[in-house]
């Protein structure tokens, strides 16, 4: 008789049966870290880290969900993965865990490397970028989410003050269901124009004179940036479906400025 005659079968609970008739939109796994290559309009290619949440729909006469298989699935891209394996991860997702939907959030830190207006020193600017699949009934639906730190000035303290006007750095966030592709750079880019100045990673004194009052001159409310950004998104063809939110951290307050527009 061998050892393996003594293993007993162990019992799958997720598999076994649940009486509530409550079907679950989404279970799964959050804040899993992987490698992730993104390649980049340069036509070159940036090794980070992407924070994962990964989530099925269950239908109420199941338990549970195979929670293994999530990080089973992430680790069969062997060491990293592309923007090329995204759809295949939610493919795979709706096989290896039989359901209808599914959705992929991966979020991870993007750099671009910019030149001050003035002196032309250049200087990586770190972004938020995330990619956002999901499958239902078949379709993959593709979206991306940056959030783009800005300068706004504010147009009442410039009216009402001899001198100056407060000004802040705000996020500008942007969530765009894409119908084609899309460089990042070029969404970043987009918001950017929008803003009362960009941001810089490092600027020379004539750099700093020449945004202090490029943003003095180009004065934004909160609720100017959603509508400039959203008035160029529409113009966009490659995008279905969008929201933009903008927060500006107010220097003179305690508390931020906020506004949101859905297209």
């Not at 991966?106 to 956002?132: C, H, Q, R």
């Not at 084609?180 to 990673?201: H, M, P, R, T």
């Not at 490029?214 to 966009?236: C, G, H, S, T, W």
Request: net charge negative.
């Amino acid at each position: 008789m061998t050892t393996s005659d003594h293993i007993c079968p162990i019992e799958d609970v997720q598999n076994s049966p649940d009486l509530r008739s409550l079907d679950i939109d989404k279970v799964g796994i959050k804040s899993i870290k992987h490698p992730v290559l993104v390649k980049d309009k340069t036509g070159g290619a940036q090794h980070t880290i992407a924070t994962f949440n990964m989530y099925v729909y269950l239908p109420h006469n199941f338990k549970g969900t195979h929670m293994s298989r999530f990080v089973e699935i992430l680790n069969m891209n062997e060491r990293e993965i592309s923007v090329e394996s995204f759809e295949n991860i939610l493919r795979e997702m709706i096989k290896r865990l039989e359901s209808k939907s599914c959705d992929v959030e991966m979020t991870f830190p993007y750099f671009i490397n910019k030149t001050a207006p003035v002196s032309g020193v250049k200087s990586l600017l770190d972004y938020e970028v995330s990619f956002i699949g999901k499958i239902v009934d078949g379709k993959f639906k593709n979206t991306i989410k940056v959030v783009v730190p800005v300068t706004s000035l504010c147009p009442c303290s410039k009216k009402i003050s001899d001198y100056g006007a407060h000004n802040q750095r705000s996020h500008v966030t942007v969530t765009a269901e894409i119908n084609k592709f899309i460089w990042v750079e070029d969404l970043i880019e987009l918001i950017e124009k929008q803003a009362s100045s960009e941001l810089y990673g490092l600027l020379k004194r004539p750099d700093e004179k020449y945004v202090t009052e490029k943003a003095y001159d180009n004065p934004k409310f909160v609720e100017d940036m959603v509508r400039d950004v959203a008035a160029q998104l529409k113009l966009e063809k490659r995008v279905d479906h969008f929201i933009v939110e903008s927060e500006n951290f107010e220097s003179i307050h305690n508390h931020s400025a906020y506004a949101l527009i859905e297209g």
